[in-house]
């Protein structure tokens, strides 16, 4: 087992950087519970473009919290995530040649159930793995694993790499600094998750999925979840195009479009 560990001997910590938009009805919650896990040094909140209170609740509730003027997306909202870690990390005084923090990154509606996410810590702590992806446990529906967003991800991942991710959307995710910084810059917007993973493969570093019993929101059926799904699409098209990888995106397309033809054709 490897560990990394600093001149003066000393592990190196996790960070947790969250993601957050209008979510000051559960970031709170969230943060003091991800606050909990083993390893965790303190936890930064990137509020991306808020207008509640999100930045106020999660600073009350012991986050560093750095702010987005508007909203510019998951992935940007993760680079920052990721600078504010460093900031803090360089304004250490007793650092002592600490290595840099691993960093764990959690959706912002988690709740109570990020003090679960340990499993996908340890092995990252424990140089078994550069970086771990969430599953949600199989005694529940595991969220869009379906969903053609999903397929588009899973296949786009799985041409660039050999490995087939099951949740390849999955946003629940702790990686060592290096392989986070292999993959920068990061896909934009919805794309993040599905650019990491190739990013990080492709540089040799060792990616696992492990089952963690967290909890989110699920994505309905209604206008608002299917937009949602939609800008999800384009973005994880985008991140696959732009690594080469627009055979699958067509494909993808082609199946969702036949779909809706098909739809159609029932209700005329």
Not at 3 to 12: F, H, L, M, T, Y
Not at 71 to 87: H, I, P
Not at 111 to 133: K, Q
């Amino acid at each position: 087992m490897t560990v990394d560990r600093g001149q003066n001997g000393d592990p190196a910590g996790v960070a947790v950087v969250i993601a957050a938009k209008d979510e000051a009805a559960r970031i709170g919650t969230t943060v003091r519970a991800a606050s909990t896990l083993p390893g965790v040094d303190f936890v930064v909140v990137v509020d991306d473009g808020s207008s509640d209170r999100t930045a106020d609740v999660a600073r009350d509730a012991g986050a560093r919290v750095f702010r987005h003027g508007r909203n510019r997306g998951k992935g940007a909202a993760m680079e920052t995530g990721a600078e504010g870690v460093r900031a803090i990390e360089a304004a250490e005084t007793d650092e002592g040649g600490r290595p840099p923090r691993h960093l764990l990154f959690l959706d912002a509606d988690l709740g109570a159930t990020a003090e679960s996410a340990e499993p996908l810590v340890t092995p990252v702590l424990e140089g078994r793995a550069d970086m771990t992806i969430a599953l949600f446990p199989a005694t529940r529906m595991r969220l869009g694993g379906h969903g053609f967003v999903v397929r588009l991800a899973r296949e786009g991942v799985c041409r660039a790499t050999g490995w087939e991710p099951e949740q390849p959307l999955n946003g629940q995710r702790c990686l060592t600094r290096a392989a986070f910084e292999a993959a920068r810059p990061l896909a934009p917007g919805f794309g993040v998750e599905t650019g990491l993973t190739i990013d990080v493969l492709r540089s040799g570093f060792r990616v696992v999925e492990v089952e963690v019993p967290l909890e989110h929101r699920a994505t309905g059926t209604d206008l608002r979840a299917q937009l949602h799904r939609a800008r999800q699409f384009t973005d994880v098209a985008r991140a696959l195009t732009v690594r080469k990888f627009r055979p699958a995106v067509r494909r993808q397309w082609d199946r969702a479009r036949g779909r809706a033809w098909s739809t159609r054709g029932d209700l005329s």
